[in-house]
């Protein structure tokens, strides 16, 4: 990548990281990302760390971090809290499993209802709607 010497617009900057010009705002918003000053009767430029903080914070999104635990993460990026960050991870990794087990779960009583619903052929009542009903 070519080194970017701070001349991006933000819409510059938001085509360089791959996201829309109301996500740097939001970024900027949350605190994830500085507003650089804006020069008198210019406007902001932004450079290469911005570039690279906005696709940290994607990366990290994709992931399934929050912006909390970004801001976190960000806090930890000079890479000197391998195991704060590690930490982090792990609990992520935690929320994962967890949510996992639950779509299981889900995909379970779901493929359950689709069965009965194909079993009920000329039912009054529809087996899903039912049980959806019944459930508490």
Known sequence: MEKIANHLTIGELAASAGVNVETIRFYQRKGLLAEPERPYGSIRRYGDAEVSRVRFVKSAQRLGFSLDEIAELLRLEDGTHCQEARGLAEHKLVDVREKLNDLRRIESVLSTLVENCRAARGSI????????HDAH
């Not at 009542?125 to 959806?132: E, G, K």
Request: net charge neutral.
């Open 125 to 132: 009542s529809c087996p899903l709607i039912s049980a959806l």
